[in-house]
């Protein structure tokens, strides 16, 4: 028999734009969410950044709640303690597999034994993460999409040894926040990056053989493959650095030449170029 256990307290730890997304996404399903980062001042940035985007969706008619309503049920925490209370924690540190390895063996020593650790890795393996645990049962993929508070898929990753009921839940709880569930198994980049990310690496690799141009190359899959941005405007939305690290991800797990990353991606990496948040990548910002 599964039991679906009700979750009403969740911690993020990661104040960034996915992690503050997450936050805001939780809090606005009526949860109280403990956003967690290493400063207060990357915890003021993320709390900034929840209450422009509930402004803009209140603005526009979408709030259920009021922002100082959904506001109040966040509270900000520099330190991993906070969060011993709590049902669930979801990770969205950078993309980094020790990283996440060292975190969820500090939250297993502290969190109760029923809570369910979540990672929101777009690509680095459930199951390794849950082998850094005493309870690989209770250790779980949500992996959300960016912008989080208006994107409705939810990846849930089962781990090899997540359980059937932890699976439940989370799935439940992705529903309660008016969002879509896709199930997904434990393989490198999972459904969307799996397929996302290869062809991202594609345009990388035929601006790099100047097969056209970068605006060319965008303007061609808008208006060719009816994609709403163009495969470098996206990893620039992205990040490189997060482009380069999931490629490697699936490069290693699959042994598969077809998988390596363009050396323009790794070349705009090792320059700084990270998009968006560095102000230049494909395009300039």
């Avoid at 003021?44 to 402004?55: A, N, Y």
């Avoid at 605006?215 to 493959?225: N, P, R, T, V, W």
């Avoid at 939305?237 to 797990?253: A, K, Q």
Wanted: with cysteine.
């Amino acid at each position: 028999m599964n039991i679906t256990q009700v979750i009403t307290n969740v911690g993020v730890i990661g104040a960034g734009q996915m992690g503050a997304g997450i936050a805001q996404s939780f809090a606005m399903a009526g949860l109280n969410v403990i956003l967690n980062d290493i400063s207060d001042a990357a915890i003021e940035r993320g709390l900034s950044g929840i209450q422009k985007s509930l402004t803009k969706l209140a603005e526009k008619g979408r709030l259920v709640d009021s922002v100082d309503t959904v506001l109040a049920r966040i509270q900000g925490s520099t330190t991993l303690a906070a969060l011993a209370d709590t049902q669930l924690v979801v990770e969205a540190v950078s993309e980094n597999e020790a990283l996440k390895k060292q975190l969820f063996s500090q939250l297993d020593e502290l969190c109760p034994a029923d809570t369910i650790l979540a990672s929101n890795t777009s690509s680095i393996s459930i199951t390794r993460l849950a082998a850094a645990t005493q309870r690989p049962d209770r250790v779980i993929g949500m992996h959300f999409m960016n912008p989080v508070p208006v994107m409705k898929l939810v990846e849930v990753i089962r781990g090899l040894q997540t359980s059937e009921d932890s699976y439940q839940s989370i799935k439940a709880l992705v529903e309660k926040l008016d969002k879509v569930p896709v199930t997904a198994n434990d393989r490198p980049g999972f459904i969307v990056n799996r397929i996302l990310l290869p062809m991202i690496n594609e345009a990388v690799f035929a601006l790099y053989e100047g097969v056209g141009d970068a605006e060319a190359i965008d303007a061609a899959m808008k208006l060719g493959a009816n994609q709403p941005m163009g495969p470098l405007s996206l990893a620039d939305l992205i990040g490189l650095d997060t482009c380069l690290s999931i490629m490697e991800v699936l490069n290693e797990g699959f042994a598969d030449p077809k998988y390596r990353p363009c050396p323009l991606l790794r070349q705009m990496v090792d320059a700084g170029y990270l998009g968006r948040k560095s102000g230049r990548g494909f395009f300039e910002y």
